[in-house]
């Protein structure tokens, strides 16, 4: 082992520029996987702290399956439960707050934005916490019927004292509190406690009779064993509808940090994929030169196990240098990524983002992939290099004319998965589509040496035209498909990089039209209500009827429809429901119908009916026309799926529409979080909009914008959304940039003695530097084209697989394919700077004299 390190470490040394851009290929790859995943765990703490708030510590936590609430007699179950000491109902709604609504200073950042409201019974709740009031503050009485209990941060943040007033708001417009009593400051993470007794925030949310958290604490001393026997025993009393343990959590954002979890991770992986290639290249060129050096080491008794020891070390020395450069590099990516959105995150979903979370198993993780893509890219060249005799060493070379044979066969392979991946196409099936796009990438890959030869001599016509006078267009084709082998894995490199560039350009330019028709369809009214968060509905206090009742009054309104929220569960799978009213929604709004019409708004007011959207539709396997029972705090309903459809604020959550009045019935839920206005025609806008802004003033907790001006806004972001899919996507392209400098690297080492002998009959430095230019040209012109190929069918496969979720329309990506034209070409270009002054460089004696 001691021999094969230092051989390594040796020859690492001396080839420094090789040994760099290997080792970067593999730091890219880590960086992209350790950064981008050590910012979930980040935002998922900062989400259950927003919806759960820290309130203390008790043994059990009760709450309903669905994440909603449920009859607050529930608790009474648990009286008599062997093991139970004592029990605590309580209903707890995280309040997310207007901007500058606690300190109303708009050149201040936010201190507070969200508060966690907690109606409690005084008496049952001292027996699970403790909640030591500063004198001469008291805690909650059971008569209290407008007081609060607060902590001295919340205190001092709104400039009260005991016996002052503040005002929150409710669904019934601003309520004012009176402090009775101050907490010392929280000393756990957390959403602001404002503590009211149980009926009193009960009115204050809409929710009569209702909680959504029993708190328990068991018998003391307690073990173990003995705990799980009165979990149990409770979950007994409860039934299968309750959970033990954690509340839930927003269904929302766990939904879509789930898909950016999963999107980060392909393109991690895939980093890593184009990194092993150029792994595989250099260790392969690695070999082809050093047949000699391995054939003297042969003789002189070293065994084949040596020499594949000695490269894979190789391998293992940059994959350990380049996954710890990774790790710490995509530790700042990650900590600097969370540092310039903590103040979006604060200001649109009111999250307040801590450090980097980092887990053992991402750590893991990152270091596996770092290392053991490394050595897996480096293993195929070792054993070749094993098998080396110190006969085969002195004669002439004979690797590439092996590789043409062995390429025959994993051509012949790969033509047979292209010509499968386009059946795949023509039979319009998005389930032989979707695999068939990474298929398609496969064998564009393995047929790729035997492509290198006739798409090099298209190419090397326009190189010829464009160097005609100094005559070395055919010079450059000649040096680079003499190494077809090398040339295929450096364009296949190049060719997955810019294919998801073109994918992306599909994707977007599929996306682009549709979404702003589903956007003008859904937002377009003259007048939005938006709560402080539009993806947490469940931490939105909205409003109740009478807030509409008061705007419907305002001469010149119109048409008014309203969305109302309640969590489920439906196919052992968290769903969310919203609730329309059949007959004024689409009056003012509307949902983008995939399957069925506007007539599933009649079927909504004629029973249990549910329009689901494409993403509840592939999580429980449903059809329409199948029955689905949701869970509610009654039990299980069954609903009838009448349609698929959605709309633009809940195109990513499992969601399911159904009418109102079913909503009321099954799920308790009569409050407006989301609501939209038209104005008559010809009504006095001025008039009306100063009425109704009037009125707004008592519901703070809705921002009211025009339609329009919202439309705008959300065009804007999604602009700047797509704007940034592509600089991620041209990112994952930098690996074709190193693969192209290593390859053209190596490539002028290899030649070094005919770069001299080409000097000797008179090429100056300036026609060797355009060569080695020219050769890079070629090189990055038959890695766009294979990725121009690639990306057509993998954006065609994405495409085709959001339609099941959202309906799209495939669209021909002409940006998306300019864009990694250019890409490609200006990487080729750059590939070549280095390589091309070290060409022109050498001197003529020290060049003829190389080995």
Known sequence: MNLQLTLAA???????????????????????????????????????????????????????????????????RLANVDGV????????????????????????????????????????????????????????????????????????ALGVTVGDSFSLPTVNGLVDLTVAGILPPRTTPGNEEVLVNLPQAQRMTGEAGRINTIDINVETGADEVRRAEIQTNIETA????????????????????????????????????????????????????????????????????????????????????????????????????LKLAGPMMSSYMNLELGDPVITPGLMVASILLGVGITLLAGLL????????????????????????????????????????????????????IIPGGFLFLIGLVMVAPLLVLPIARVFGRLIELIYARQGIGGLAQGNLTRQPSRVAVTASATMLGLAVMVAAGGLVTSLTGTLYEVMHRSLGSDYLFVPPSIALW???????????????????????????????????????????????????AGLHFQQGNESAYQALVDGRALVANGAFMAAIGAQVGDTVELLTPNGLEEYRIVAIATDLLNVKITTGFISQANMAADFGTTEDVFIQLNLRPGADRTAASAAIRRIAADYPQFE????????????????????????????????????????????????????????????????????????????????????????????????????????????????????????????????????????AKLEIIAALHYE
């Open 85 to 156: 000491r004592a029990v605590s109902a309580t209903l707890n709604r995280t309040v997310n707050l207007p901007t500058d609504f606690v300190d109303n200073d708009p050149a201040r950042a936010d201190t507070i934005s969200a508060l966690a409201l907690i109606g409690v019974d005084p008496d049952a709740a001292r027996t699970v916490r403790s909640y030591p009031v500063y004198e001469p503050g008291r805690f909650l009485e059971p008569s209290d019927m407008t007081s609060a209990v607060i902590s001295e941060t919340l205190a001092g």
């Open 381 to 432: 060249p070792a054993r070749s290099a094993g098998k080396i005799t110190p006969l085969e060493a002195l004669r002439p070379s004979v690797a590439e004319a092996e590789f043409r044979r062995r390429a025959s066969i994993g051509s012949i392979i790969g033509a047979v998965l292209i010509g499968l991946t386009a059946l795949a196409l023509f039979s319009g099936n998005s389930a032989l």
């Open 538 to 588: 469940n931490s939105d206090v909205g409003a109740g009827p009478g807030f509409t009742e008061r705007l419907g009054a305002v001469d010149g309104v119109g048409d008014i429809s309203t969305l109302r929220f309640a969590g489920s569960m439906a196919g052992g799978q968290a769903v969310s429901l919203m609730g329309i009213d059949p007959v004024e929604f689409p009056r003012v």
């Open 704 to 839: 009211i914008i025009s339609g329009q001006a919202y439309f705008e806004s959300m065009k804007a972001q999604m602009n700047a959304a797509f704007g940034a899919m592509y600089f991620m996507f041209a990112f994952l392209a930098l690996p074709s940039l190193i693969a192209m400098l290593n390859t053209l690297s190596i490539a002028v080492i290899e030649r070094t003695r005919e770069i001299g002998m080409l000097r000797a009959v008179g090429a100056t430095r300036t026609q060797v530097r355009r060569m080695v230019v020219a050769e890079a040209l070629l090189l990055a012109a038959i890695g766009t084209a294979f990725g121009l190929l690639g990306g057509l069918y993998l954006g065609y496969a994405f495409v085709s697989a959001l339609e099941s979720i959202f309906p799209l329309g495939y669209a021909f990506p002409l940006t998306g394919i300019l864009v990694a034209t250019a890409f490609g070409l200006l990487f080729g270009a750059l590939a070549a700077f280095i390589p091309a002054r070290q060409a």
């Open 238 to 337: 409860l039934g299968s509808d309750f959970r033990v343990g954690a509340l839930l959590s927003g269904t929302e954002m766990f939904a879509s940090l789930e898909i950016g979890k999963s999107v980060l991770n392909l393109f991690g992986v895939l980093a890593l994929f184009m990194g092993g290639f150029i792994i595989f290249n250099t260790f392969r060129t690695i070999v082809a030169e050093r047949r000699r050096d391995i054939g003297m080491l042969r003789a002189l008794g070293a065994s084949r196990r040596t020499i594949i020891g000695t490269i894979l070390v190789e391998g293992l020395l940059q994959g350990m240098i380049g996954t710890a450069f990774g790790l710490v590099f995509g530790y700042l990516l990650g900590a600097g990524i």
């Open 10 to 76: 040796r020859y690492l040394s001396g080839r420094k520029l090789r040994a760099f851009l290997t080792t970067l290929a593999v730091v890219f790859g880590v960086v992209v996987i350790f950064g981008m995943n050590i910012i979930l765990p980040t935002m998922i703490a900062a989400l259950q702290v927003n919806v759960q708030g820290a309130s203390g510590l008790v043994d059990f936590s009760v709450t309903h399956l669905s994440g909603e609430t449920f009859p607050a007699d529930v608790a009474s």
